[in-house]
């Protein structure tokens, strides 16, 4: 915002950024060597050295890139998964996701058959456990518990028991495998809506980095540590 206010004022041009072009080859070069320094959300070592491995084309992939680097997907092991067959995607258009189970093809093909999403473990456990909605939503909202491990742990024997009743011929192995990556998301997960909203304000405040660099590095500037400098320190 204050971005937008000071190319008004040393430019006389008022940015929408709501109508902006949403797959600039510029911006998305940049995203993509993760050049990324004072960008919302993805300039972290860890989201720079993920970009240069995903290289996000268009904010499909940058919904997914801001969600991904957090405890949910770590924990449930989809981080090293999802870049890893993210980089054989890139080398191979023609590549097979393999998904633990059938099932998962449906709820988890956008995401290479890894649970990145909080939407997508009540999907799983409606496709993969037989969880009804209201069960699945149940299990949703353990999730967001202080003490969520505790009530993730009171689903699982419903899920292990859902599973097998499902799916006839699934082995135990799988069934922990899946309900691993489920569990993993007692840490904290990002629902789809947030990681798309995230990934807009990081393309957004990278297309201003890029077009508008002089606002930009000034706007940042003005709002360290955050926003909490006195009025009379800004910058102009």
């Known amino acids: 915002e204050r971005c937008v206010e000071t190319i008004a004022k040393t430019r006389n041009e008022r940015i929408d950024l709501s109508r902006i072009p949403f797959d600039d080859k510029r911006t998305f070069d940049t995203i993509k060597r993760a050049d990324t320094t004072g960008v919302f959300q993805i300039e972290s070592r860890a989201q720079m050295g993920s970009l240069r491995r995903t290289v996000p084309k268009d904010l499909d992939d940058l919904t997914i890139q801001v969600a991904l680097v957090r405890p949910g997907p770590i924990v449930g092991g989809a981080v090293n998964t999802y870049i890893e067959r993210r980089q054989a995607q890139l080398a191979n258009p023609e590549f ?6 059938p099932s998962l093809r449906e709820p988890l093909k956008e995401t290479l058959g890894t649970i990145v999403f909080q939407d997508q473990v009540i999907e799983v456990a409606r496709a993969f456990a037989g969880f009804t909605a209201g069960e699945a939503e149940s299990l949703r909202r353990a999730m967001s ?36 990556m489920v569990a993993g998301f007692a840490g904290f997960g990002f629902p789809k809506a947030h990681g798309a909203a995230f990934g807009l304000l990081a393309y957004q405040s990278t297309w201003l980095r890029v077009h508008y660099f002089p606002e930009f590095l000034c706007s940042l500037l003005n709002e360290q540590p955050m926003g909490f400098y006195p009025p009379d320190s800004l910058i102009h």
């Open 145 to 180: 518990r202080k003490r969520s491990q505790e009530a993730m742990d009171d689903h699982r024997q419903q899920f292990v028991e859902g599973a097998h009743a499902s799916n006839p011929d699934v082995n135990e192995e799988v069934i922990e495998r899946v309900w691993s």
């Open 96 to 101: 097979e996701i393999p998904f633990l189970h």
